[in-house]
Each structure stands twice: as structure tokens, then as C-alpha cells.
């Protein structure tokens, strides 16, 4: 299998690559600064030819082609989206309007541009899958004092960028479905890394390894959806 993913420096993309290349799997890596990504570049000497990296800014147009491009010598089984970023969780009305626009362009558009140009490859592919790494946070449903992680309100950015993202999603599953593209937005729970911090309750091995285990589980009957790293369906 095939897999491109975004965002795979540091943290869930790491270990995404990590656990792919474990288990045999050809992996396309995008980085922002290959150069700075040691713990990438480790995993590339070990595994040879099945890890190429390649530079990769989800919010830069060109950079996005001209991954596409590299990548484009073969067929893309699985896409997986995973660049994102946090931004300032200001109160409404201390809200940093300029990083909001950082945090839709990275965490909404950036996935729908990188989706966009690597859709040919993907379709192209075995397993045609598209995949999403959205939040919790994101749901309406779940934005309440009762909420399952306790962050009833606030982190405006965050949340609208990841509804904008579920929103997209939706909408390639509902446009792409006659060509068999599979496609779904998965939240990796609150996870130990730099963005989740210490206090966060799942490892980030567990959170990859569950989401590769709904990765391929993924069919058409189940595209569209948003579900958790378990597999369980999440409330919109």
C-alpha cells in the first residue's frame, strides 16, 4: 500500500509514518522543513526506499502541486491530511483575527487544496481513500458545559477550521461517491503531543494505531462519516 500524508514531522504524523512503515507499507512524506525533521529522516535511513520525504506547506499553492507532482509517479492508495495547527484560544473578544485566518487556511483549506491535487493519484489507486484528521471539537453537538472533554466554548479558531474541514469532507463524499472515492474525517482523541500536552489522556501510539485499524476498515458504505480513533461514530 501506498500512503501520502501531510504534516509528517512531528507527533501524530510521525507516528503515522512510523507504525505505516512497521507494517510494510510505501509512504510519501510532506514536511514542511524536511531539513529540520531529524526524527523523519532517522526513520528514512532504516527504511530505505519505502520513505521518501519531500517538502510540503499545505498553505502554499505551489508547494502543493509540486508535491503532487513528485508523488504523481504512481498511484496514491490512502491521502491522509494530517498537517494542522492550534492557534491562539482567545476569548471572543481578544480574538487574534490574523492567526484565525492562519488557522482556517492550514486546518480547513490546506486539506481541500492537498485533497484537490492528489485526487487523481488517489482514484488511481487500490483503495481510493481520502482521509481527514479532524477534532472532537469540531461537532455542534458537542459543544456544551457537558461536553466529552470538558471544552464547552472558547478555542474559536480551532473549532470553526475544523467544521470547515468536516463540512468539506462531507461534500467530497457526496461529489466523488459515483467514482468510488472513500473518504472520512477521524479525531485522534486528546492526544499526547505538542498540541494535546502532557495531560492528555491517550499515547499517540494508541491514537495511530486505532485510526490505521478504521483506515481500513474504511468502505463506501462508510464514507462521509466522522468517527473517533475507535471507530465509534461522532455526533455532528
Do not use: C
Request: charged content about 20%.
Amino acid at each position: 500500500m501506498r500512503y501520502a500524508i501531510s504534516g509528517a514531522s512531528r507527533g501524530i504524523g510521525l507516528e503515522f509514518v512510523r507504525q505505516l512503515l512497521a507494517r510494510g507499507d510505501t509512504v510519501e512524506a510532506g514536511a514542511r522543513v524536511p531539513a529540520e525533521a531529524r526524527q523523519l529522516a532517522s526513520l528514512g535511513r532504516e527504511a530505505g526506499a519505502r520513505l521518501r520525504i519531500h517538502p510540503l506547506d499545505v498553505t502554499n499553492a505551489t508547494s502543493v502541486r509540486t508535491f503532487a507532482i513528485i508523488v504523481g509517479e504512481g498511484p496514491v492508495d490512502v491521502l491522509i491530511n494530517n498537517a494542522g495547527i492550534g492557534g491562539k484560544w482567545n476569548p471572543l473578544v481578544d480574538t487574534d483575527f490574523d492567526d484565525m485566518s492562519d488557522v482556517m487556511e492550514t486546518n480547513a483549506i490546506g486539506p481541500m487544496r492537498l485533497s484537490a491535487a492528489m485526487l487523481p493519484l488517489v482514484l488511481r489507486g487500490g483503495t481510493r481513500k481520502i482521509v481527514h484528521l479532524t477534532s472532537r471539537m469540531a461537532s455542534f453537538a458537542d459543544n456544551t458545559p457537558a461536553g466529552v472533554y470538558g471544552f464547552a466554548g472558547g478555542a474559536y479558531s480551532y473549532r470553526m477550521s475544523k467544521a470547515a474541514l468536516n463540512a468539506g469532507m462531507r461534500t467530497m463524499a457526496v461529489d466523488y461517491r459515483e467514482q468510488g472515492l472513500i473518504t472520512a474525517v477521524i479525531n485522534p482523541g486528546w492526544v499526547q503531543t505538542d498540541l494535546g500536552g502532557k495531560m492528555a489522556p491517550t499515547r499517540v501510539e494508541e491514537s495511530v494505531q486505532g485510526m490505521l485499524r478504521v483506515i481500513d476498515d474504511l468502505t463506501l458504505a462508510s464514507s462521509g462519516r466522522f468517527m473517533d480513533y475507535l471507530g465509534k461514530e461522532l455526533p455532528w
